[in-house]
């Protein structure tokens, strides 16, 4: 399944997969930019057109929920990435990932060990 979202939309399924549920209100003030209650509705019902939230009524308002996972998104953006922006290498992804300046010791120590790790369990 390809997935994709705009700005504005990855925002607003951030926020709902942090909460797990919320209403057009409880987005809003949880969003980087002071966007019009309007806006927000608008876009919660265009992921929602889309197949990516769903809502049940609570008294006036609706409460939204993600139907994509987090996990399912970043797989779709992160294929996308690598197609466009790496012409498909993992190794060029991970390259200049490893070759950001502000990469701490301890997240390289774990990148290490999850390539290590990895490389364990394709091994016969």
Do not use: C
């Not at 009524?57 to 139907?67: F, N, Q, S, W």
């Amino acid at each position: 399944m390809h997935i994709t979202f705009t700005d504005r939309e990855l925002d607003v399924m951030s926020v709902l997969w942090n909460l797990g549920s919320a209403t057009v209100a409880e987005v809003r003030e949880r969003l980087p930019d002071d966007l019009a209650y309007t806006t927000v509705l608008t876009v919660l019902r265009t992921l929602e057109q889309k197949g990516h939230v769903a809502h049940t009524g609570e008294g006036r308002a609706h409460r939204y929920r993600p139907l994509v996972k987090r996990a399912a998104a970043g797989r779709s953006a992160l294929r996308r990435l690598l197609d466009k922006v790496f012409d498909g290498s993992p190794e060029l992804l991970l390259t200049q990932l490893v070759s950001d300046k502000h990469l701490s010791d301890e997240e390289l120590r774990r990148l290490r060990k999850l390539l290590a790790d990895r490389l364990r369990e394709k091994q016969p």
